[in-house]
């Protein structure tokens, strides 16, 4: 069984928009935080976003704050990451995760995102 997986990945050019998805696998995801993460080439896997299972509170890396923004829908059990005015360093692989303990500690298969300059 796979607990998380997304989508919405692909090629786009600077200033561009994508809209990534996550789907669980179960309602029980609704209730844990939950954060995209990325990874490029020879980095660090890095959180971009969060949002918190309850409040929906968010936060942000400095480094999208104000052009990324990330949603759930508890009725399709889905969290989103709106990207917009994507620039080259933004590229990656993207993962959603979520907080089932203390920690991140399901992952999906990550989805990647090129932005072309």
């Known amino acids: 069984q796979v607990d998380l997986v997304e989508s919405g990945g692909g090629l786009v050019q600077a200033g561009g928009s994508l809209r990534l998805s996550c789907a669980a696998s179960?309602?029980?995801?609704?209730?844990?935080?939950m954060g995209w993460f990325r990874q490029a080439p020879g980095q660090e896997r890095v959180l971009v976003a969060a949002?918190?299972?309850?409040?929906?509170?968010?936060s942000y890396a400095d480094s999208v704050k104000g052009r990324f923004t990330i949603s759930r829908d508890y009725a399709k059990n889905r969290v989103y990451l709106q990207m917009n005015s994507l620039k080259p360093e933004d590229t990656a692989v993207y993962y959603c995760a979520a907080k089932r303990g203390t920690t991140y500690d399901t992952w999906g298969q990550g989805t990647q995102v090129t932005v072309s300059s």
């Open positions: 949002i918190s299972g309850i409040t929906d509170a968010t």
């Open positions: 179960s309602r029980a995801f609704n209730y844990y935080p």
